[in-house]
């Protein structure tokens, strides 16, 4: 193998290979201290370098797992000794802003908040927004079609994607910067590698779609009697608000009860004696009333009986402690090790499925801790669920629990974390058998020797 490492220095500047401790001094995960395992890092600084690399691994058949900023939760990152990792942490390069057609060329390494701030400089706004802003890459949101709090108004990644560029496993370079909201010239490949978590290939390159940054947020934290209100209320809020809804984030009592009880200093703002809670979030326009007319919608909900309890926020201090309290999750880990999850289903489903998986739960730990919040608008529901044993046996009996009930109504195992490596043997609950196949033709076409991300989405 060392004639492998040979090449790929003749290929990379000396710090473009890593290899021994420098390799196994790195953690996998940004929450889990368990180092990486493999044969080499490559860090390429440029498109023409990840063509090289992937060009000459090619040739060798040599697997190849590509590493944005180590964020995800499914498990896609995973490598052993035998596989090269790419890491795409030094292209991180904002190339180009254009604020007239509201449009911004980057490089797949560029942290998720960096981008959100180089528009704000320019008083826009990029939509996507997710827990781990400070940590993940662009590339890996595009390559995951990440998600995140402000769906419901501006769609997942893949509706934030104008253009981008990649690598083939090949090393042939795929260069499809569209900037245009509008072009139906042919197939829209950027779908290929749009949530194929690096499959098809390696993203390097990206032309996001910013808007107009929003004058002032209006936001409040709510409490519900029963989800049936909840589900009533966002109908109503949504029409209320005409548009501007851009954030409705539910919390489940076990959460909310978890993340505003000490070691956690988050400060309630409404008492813990409610099923449900939801942080709402509007874009507001900064004319004169609309905080007034934010304020006058949840008075009227409250007096109709469409919310049980509710506190808005006053200061950008007081959005922040919201929005704190939602974001909270490293407390999932209190009580030990959680398995996590990520599903979706219809609203309308969503009561009677979180009881089911609760009732599957208790039957069989009662001892258990499952803590649930989602983004339901998008049909996205969260939990972390801890039995007391983290072992393998257990994990595939609580996803037994989470995922066997999403079936009957046609839910997904993946609304917005993907497969990976954790959630492969389960793709069949969500995909039809001719769905599978197609995946495996399209991977079989752009990857015929499977070195790219391997063991990666397909059940085995
Ligand atoms: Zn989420």
Redesign the pocket.
């Known amino acids: 193998m060392s004639d492998l490492i040979d090449a790929l220095r003749d290929i990379l500047d000396d710090r473009g290979v890593l290899t021994g401790d420098d390799v196994s001094t790195r953690m996998i995960h940004v929450w889990y201290q368990r180092p990486i395992e493999a044969l080499c890092i490559v860090r390429p600084r440029t498109t023409e370098e990840v063509a090289a690399v992937l060009k000459l691994c090619h040739a060798r058949g040599q697997t190849v797992v590509p590493h944005g900023g180590l964020t995800g939760l499914v498990q896609g990152c995973n490598c052993g000794p035998g596989d090269v990792v790419l890491s795409l942490e030094r292209m991180n390069t904002v190339e180009d802003i254009d604020p007239v057609g509201r449009t911004m060329t980057v490089q797949a390494g560029v942290p998720l908040q960096v981008l959100q701030e180089t528009a704000d400089e320019h008083g826009l706004m990029f939509p996507l927004d ?1 827990g781990a802003r400070g940590s993940c890459h662009i590339g890996g949101n595009v390559s995951t079609n990440a ?2 709090n402000r769906v419901i108004r501006f769609g997942m990644t893949r509706d934030n994607v104008l253009g981008l560029e990649a690598v083939l496993a090949d090393g042939t370079v795929v260069t499809s910067l569209n900037t245009m909201i509008k072009n139906n010239a042919g197939y829209d490949l950027k779908h290929l590698f749009i949530g194929t978590e690096g499959t098809l290939g390696i993203v390097t390159r990206v032309v996001i779609r910013l808007r107009e940054a929003p004058r002032a947020l209006s936001t409040a934290f709510a409490a519900f009697d029963d989800f049936k209100q909840v589900t009533a209320f966002l109908r109503y809020i949504d029409r209320e608000l005409g548009g501007a809804l851009c954030a409705f984030e539910v919390l489940w009592r076990d959460f909310y009860e978890l993340v505003t009880t000490a070691p956690a200093d988050n400060v309630r703002p409404v008492p813990c004696e409610f099923p449900n809670y939801v942080l709402i979030e509007a874009l507001g326009t900064g004319a004169d009333g609309a905080g007034e007319h934010f304020e006058a919608i949840m008075g009227e909900a409250l007096e109709q009986g469409l919310i049980a309890d509710a506190a808005v926020a006053r200061s950008e201090s007081d959005r922040k402690a919201m929005w704190r309290i939602r974001d909270s999750v490293e407390h999932f880990f209190r009580y030990g090790p959680a398995f996590l999850y ?1 599903v979706s289903l219809g609203i309308r489903f969503m009561d009677d499925y979180v009881g089911e998986v609760k009732r599957r739960l208790d039957e069989r730990w009662p001892e258990h801790h499952c803590f649930t919040l989602g ?1 339901i608008a998008d049909g ?1 529901i ?1 939990f972390a669920i801890n039995v007391g044993d983290d072992g393998a046996d257990a994990h595939a009996l609580v996803n037994a629990c989470v995922y066997e009930p999403l079936q009957p109504v046609g839910g997904s195992v993946s609304a ?1 974390h993907g497969i990976g490596t954790e959630k492969r043997a389960y793709l069949p609950l969500s995909r039809g058998a001719n769905e599978i196949d197609l995946m495996r033709r399209v991977k079989a076409a752009l990857d015929p020797k499977g070195i790219l991300n391997p063991g990666k989405v397909f059940p085995a």
């Open positions: 997710l998600g995140g990520d983004h996205n969260h917005e």
